[in-house]
């Protein structure tokens, strides 16, 4: 087709730039944006059916024959940002988001099976949502330490979904979520944020300790309905692929923390929390997943798996009922026999994962521990200081390990 006079000079401005045909959604606003030829994706490309490959994809024969515009003009009165020089800009972008939201280990957003995990409470109810690719939002709250996270992360790992974990914070605003500018190389590239990440691949989305967020998760409020999500600063509406979904975990029911334990939680808006339709309730696991847990994690012995999975069920009824504050997680479980694996010692095992607690806590979750194990118990009676120095350590401190 034979061009008019504004859009040969923005096909000149995108070889002057190193695109070739096709070119992405990204690569357009980009040259739009260091040009100021257009203020948005030109509706001449973005919208021409002939022109579309693929979603975000767009061809543009034109690129063969143009003229590459070495300095391209901007409009008058319009910020100076950045040329991409080559779309290996977007690439190096796209890449470093990947990267960035796994932390750098791995090149796929696919969490890895974890063989030490036991299946139990709501997996399968999860397992169902997540296979059936259907939006259906789902809030997760519980106690910390008894395997919200991890269960949704293994749901993904099982069906080989992408998980793009988002774990929220008082200051998690618009820009971390849905995306924004980036300098990459020197350039100034568009990268969008986890959430529209996820909506575009059809991911699931984890929002991960969402009671912690303040009111700028509420630019979500589109995406939990479902309906696709406008992103201002590029002029894109961003519209959910099938098996796109919600998941988010927290401490409490959103209603805040009024025993201070998680400290930082805050009251979110109902609006928010009424586009869950779902809450699931995580308790801790009962004595004999706990027992399951501890075994795949490496404990072999018989009678200190009984008497750890009693200990904390004691302990827990306690909690419900009032008696003390602490509590012990399943998490703290399986630390201990990390450590036990490591010293082979128990009274040691338990004691450096009780260090966290007071004094007066570390004692009396002791305590009750050696009521059940007599051998701990007679072990602890009778062993005596190795030497001077061992002495004086148990002397002056109730808890020497």
């Known amino acids: ?170 200051q998690t605003d618009e820009d971390d979520l849905l995306g924004g500018f980036r300098l990459i190389n020197g350039n100034t590239v568009w990268v969008d944020g986890p959430v529209v990440a996820a909506m575009k691949n059809g991911g699931v989305l984890l929002l991960d300790e969402i009671d912690l967020g303040s009111a700028n998760m509420m630019c979500l409020q589109p995406v939990l309905e479902g309906k696709g999500v406008f992103l201002k600063k590029i002029g894109e509406w961003v519209t959910p692929a099938a098996g796109f979904t919600v998941f988010a975990t927290a401490n409490t029911k959103g209603k805040g923390s009024d025993d201070g334990r998680f400290v930082g939680t805050g009251i979110m808006n109902e609006a928010m929390l009424d586009r869950f339709p779902v809450t699931f309730e995580q308790p801790y696991a009962n004595k004999s997943t706990e027992k399951k847990i501890l075994t795949k994690a490496g404990l072999d012995d018989a009678d200190f798996l009984t008497h750890l999975t009693e200990w904390s069920d004691s302990v827990r009824r306690g909690f419900y009922a009032g008696a003390t504050d602490e509590i012990i997680s399943t998490r703290r479980l399986v630390d201990i026999a990390n450590a036990y694996a490591i010293f082979n010692d128990k009274a040691k095992a338990i004691a450096l994962c009780l260090a966290r607690f007071d004094d007066e806590t570390k004692a009396s979750f002791m305590a009750l521990y050696e009521k059940l194990d007599a051998d701990l118990r007679a072990g602890t009676d009778e062993e005596p200081a190795a030497d001077e120095e061992t002495a004086e350590s148990t002397t002056s401190d109730p808890c020497p390990f």
Not at 72 to 89: E, I
Not at 118 to 138: C, L, M, N, Q, T
């Open 1 to 170: 087709m034979s061009l008019k006079t504004r859009q040969q000079k923005y096909v000149d401005a995108l070889a002057g730039a190193g695109m070739t045909s096709p070119v992405t959604r990204q690569e357009l606003v980009a040259v739009c944006e260091s040009t100021g030829i257009y203020a948005c994706p030109p509706s001449w490309i973005t919208q021409d059916s002939d022109r579309l490959v693929e979603r975000g994809l767009y061809n543009i024969p034109e690129l063969s024959s143009a003229t590459p515009a070495t300095t391209p003009a901007p409009v008058q009165g319009a910020a100076p940002v950045a040329v991409v020089s080559a779309p290996a800009a977007v690439q190096t972008a796209t890449a470093a988001m990947t990267l960035g939201m796994t932390g750098g280990e791995r090149a796929t957003l696919t969490p890895p099976r974890f063989d030490g995990y036991v299946a139990w409470g709501h997996f399968s109810d999860i397992e169902k949502i997540v296979r059936s690719k259907r939006f259906y939002p789902i809030f997760v709250t519980g106690l910390s330490g008894n395997g919200k996270t991890l269960m949704v992360e293994q749901v993904c790992a099982k069906l080989k979904r992408e998980c793009y974990r988002v774990n929220i914070t008082r």
